[in-house]
C-alpha cells in the first residue's frame, strides 16, 4: 500500500508540474504574441504616417496650398503649414493609428516651380513623324501622337560621353530609357515603320507609349478621359484627360493681342474709324501745299489730300500728325517719306515704294507711328520701320531690302517676299499666306514671330541670326521647298496643319503641328522628305506656349 501511495503521490506530483510548466509556456506564448501585435502595429502606424507625408509631396506638387490645409483619410491624418508668399515651404504633420499604437510623422517640404517648353525639346505633332532619310538626334526628341515612319534603319542618337564630347551611336548601343525617352508614341498610335525594328515598334505601335501631346484632351464624360498614361512633359503618371498638351496656336488672339484687331477686321477701316479730316490740301502744286500744310499742323491733326502725284522729293509727317491719302500713294524712285515719332500715314488706295535702276525710293517710319493700306502695298524700295506699324488690307510685296526692328507688319491679304528684308524683335501677320520665293533669305533676329491664318510656303530660303530663336505659327501648313538648315540658330513652328521638309534638314529647334486635329489622327503630322539632323536648343521666344512643373523636395523628417 505505501508503494502505491508513493507511486501515486509521485504521478500527482508530475502532473501538476507539467501543468505549471503548460501555464508558464502559454503565459509565455501570449505575452509573445501581444509583444508582436505591438510590434506589427507600430510597423504599421509608422508606415501609414510615412505615406501621409508621401500624400502631402504629391497634393503640394500639384496644388500648390497657400492656406493651412488637412488632409484625412481612414489611415492618417495629415496637416500642411504653408509659410513664405507665395509659399516655398511646408510644415507637414502626418498622425496614424493602427490597434493600439499611435505615429507621427513629420517634415519640412521645399517647393520650387520650373517652367519648361516642349518646342526646347523636339518635333510634336498630333499626327505621324515620317521621315524618308538618314536619322541623327542631338538629345532631341521624335514623337507623333499616331506613330511614325522613318525610313532609316538605324537611326543615330547623339550624347556627350564621359569625356564631354558629344558621340553618335546606333540605337542598340543606346540604353533603353534614353531610347524610349527620345522615340515616342501615344496610347492612340496606330503606326510604327520599321515594323522589324524591335528597339521601337512592337505590334505595328511605337514601343514607348505615353500619353497624347496635342490639342485639346477629350471631356470628361469620354471613356478615354481616365485611361491612364505616361505624361512625358512632366514626367509623371496621369490620364489621358489630364496630361499636359501643347495646344493649337490661337490666331484670334494672336491677332487681338498683338493688332488689336479681329481676323476679319479690315485695318485701314479700323485706323481711319471715327476720325474726320481737320485739314484738306487741294489745288495746283499739290506736293509743294501739302508740305506747307504738313509743316504747319499741329499734333493730332488729320491732313487730307486726293489724287495725290508720285512722291519724288522729301516729305516729312511731323510727330502726332495724320497724312490720308485718298487714292492711291507711289513714293517715286527720287522721293523719300519720313514719319516722325507718332505719325501717319493712310492710303486709302495701293502704296508704292518705288525703285528704278540703282535708285529707289526710301519709307522711313518712326516709333509709335503708323503706315496703313486699303489695297495692296509694293515695297521696291528702301523701307526702315524702327518701333512702327505697318499694315495692308491687301498684300504686301517685299521687292527689296527692307529693315524692321520691334515693328508690327500685317498684309491681310497674304505676305510676299521676293528680296531679303530683316525683322528684329518684330511681329510679322498674314491674315493669308506667306511665300518665300527666289534664293532670298530674309532674316529673322532676337524674338521674332511670322504668324499667318493660312500656310507658309518656302520656295528659297529662311535664316536667322546668331542667338536668334524666331517663331513661326500658321493656320495651314508650312512647307519648305528647299534644304533647310539654322546652324548658327534657332527656330520655332507651331501650325494646325502639317510641317514638310523636301530635302536634307539640319534643324535647331523645336515643331509642334497638328497634323490632324483629332488626337487619334494617323496623318503626318512632319514630313521630312530627306535626311534630318535635330539639335535641341537652349534658346527661347517669348510667345511660346509653356507649362509649371512643380518639384517638392523633403528639406528635412523624422
Known sequence: MRREGFALAAVLGVMVAVLMLGLSLAFLAQGNLETARNLRDKARAKALAEGGIAHAVAYIKAQAPTQNTRLETADYEVSITPSGNPPTQYEVVSTATAGQATHTAKAVLTRSVEVRSAF???????????????????????????????????????????????????????????RKALFTGSVYATTCNPANNALLCSGGKPVSLVCPVWGNPPSPTSSDYNTPCYDSLKGAMATVGTATRIPAPDLPDLWSTHLGLSLADNPYAKATENRPCTLTVSGNNLLS??????????????????N??????????????????????????????????????????????????????????????????????????????????????????????????????????????????SFTDS???????ATFNGNNRPLFSGSSLLA?????????????????????????????????????????IWTTGKVILNGNTT????????????????????????????????????????YTVSQVQVAWRR
Open 507 to 546: 534643324y535647331r529647334g523645336g515643331i509642334a503641328s497638328g497634323g490632324g486635329v483629332d488626337t487619334s489622327s494617323s496623318s503626318d503630322g512632319i514630313v521630312v522628305n530627306g535626311g534630318l539632323t535635330l539639335y535641341t536648343t537652349g534658346l527661347n521666344n517669348d510667345l511660346l506656349p509653356t
Open 289 to 306: 501745299a501739302l508740305a506747307t500744310t504738313l509743316a504747319g499742323a499741329a499734333s493730332g491733326a488729320v491732313v487730307c489730300v486726293s
Open 452 to 492: 499667318a491664318q493660312n500656310s507658309i510656303t518656302f520656295n528659297g530660303r529662311l535664316q536667322s541670326s546668331a542667338n536668334a530663336s524666331p517663331l513661326l505659327i500658321s493656320g495651314g501648313d508650312v512647307t519648305f521647298n528647299g534644304s533647310y538648315s539654322n546652324e548658327q540658330s534657332a527656330s520655332f
Open 427 to 433: 511681329k510679322v501677320f498674314s491674315g493669308s499666306g
Open 120 to 178: 526646347r525639346e523636339g518635333w510634336f505633332t498630333g499626327g505621324r513623324v515620317s521621315i524618308n532619310g538618314q536619322i541623327r538626334l542631338y538629345g532631341a526628341r521624335l514623337h507623333g501622337d499616331g506613330g511614325y515612319t522613318l525610313n532609316d534603319a538605324n537611326p543615330e542618337i547623339c550624347l556627350p560621353n564621359a569625356s564631354g564630347t558629344v558621340e553618335c551611336k546606333g540605337l542598340s548601343q543606346i540604353d533603353e530609357a534614353t
Open 308 to 421: 495725290l502725284p508720285d512722291l519724288n522729293t522729301a516729305l516729312t509727317i511731323p510727330s502726332g500728325v495724320t497724312l490720308r491719302v485718298e487714292g492711291n500713294f507711289k513714293v517715286g524712285a527720287s522721293g523719300s517719306l519720313t514719319l516722325a515719332e507718332g505719325a501717319r500715314l493712310e492710303v486709302s488706295g495701293e502704296l508704292q515704294v518705288a525703285r528704278r535702276g540703282n535708285q529707289q525710293a526710301t519709307l522711313t517710319v518712326g516709333q509709335n507711328a503708323l503706315v496703313v493700306s486699303q489695297n495692296n502695298a509694293i515695297l521696291d524700295g528702301q523701307v526702315t520701320v524702327n518701333g512702327g506699324r505697318f499694315l495692308s488690307n491687301g498684300e504686301i510685296q517685299f521687292k527689296s531690302d527692307a529693315a524692321f526692328t520691334n515693328a508690327t507688319v500685317y498684309g491681310k491679304n497674304g505676305l510676299q517676299f521676293n528680296a531679303q528684308p
